[in-house]
């Protein structure tokens, strides 16, 4: 035993030596070659709301905050932290406090949920939308809409999106900050951010001909350009706009940047599918029978 001990000992003192020369080093490099941290990058990181949710385009607030300091990027990049983020920062770098802009708020372009669609195949995979929609294009029928397993409802860091007993998103405007994050995470790619003075948004992203539109959801829309006639009557003596409405492929689409929240769109839309639903004439003759049955 003893004679191990000895023929190990030389192999231990190198190691020993040779690991407290490198640490001796390493703790010199540390202290050389430190960079120090700008305080102003802590002070901005605490004026945002710390939510990480990537809206700004960064990875974190921490990185945010940091190209804010270090390249004086935009202060009003951050739809969570709005317009008092971008007051407490102002004060922070001695800048001008810009306007925040028009909050956005979570739009899903879909209304058929399990009351109004058809199946091509009982589901009993992964409950993710995403592996869904992986498996031939999703179990409904329509393989434009939303298939209601939550990936959405998931990604929220803010409960702002909940999924309805009809199995469809439904977006609480009070919580929502405009995040994105259910917009990445939608597989459908049916869920978008608007700016929330626009109540007026279409509630369908199916492509196919209305037959084809029909056989798989009883709520898309049909094509008929209703909705564009309205709009270009609305626009009519303002020759910079034609029309906020377009039909392609059998859908209708709002240019927001025309649209001038007149509802003309959706008071004559005859499934209805252009929010507020309410607005619609259809919507007017259905309540109103179902009063005068009611009274008799």
Partial sequence: MPELLVSILPSVLTLSVTGFIFGV????AKLKL?????PLIEKVTDALPGANCGACGFPGCAAYATRIVEEKYDINLCPVGGQDSVTRIASI???EAVESGVP?????????GIRETSLKFVYQGPKTCVAANGLMKGFKVCEFGCLGLGDCEVSCPF??????ENGLPVVDDVKCTGCGNCVTACPRD????VK???KVYVLCKNEEKPAIMKSGCSVGCIGCKLCVKACMEVHKDNPNIDTAITVTDFVATIDFDKCINCLKCAEVCPVPVITPLEVSNKMKKMKK??????NE
């Fill in 190 to 193: 049916i869920i978008t951010l």
């Fill in 25 to 28: 080093i390493l703790s010199y």
């Fill in 159 to 164: 409960d702002a999106i909940h999924i309805n």
């Fill in 104 to 112: 956005l708020k979570a739009r899903v372009a879909c209304h058929g």
């Fill in 34 to 38: 430190k960079v120090e941290r700008d």
């Fill in 289 to 294: 029978a179902a009063k005068t049955a009611v």
């Fill in 196 to 198: 929330e003075n626009f």
């Fill in 93 to 95: 770098m001695g800048v």
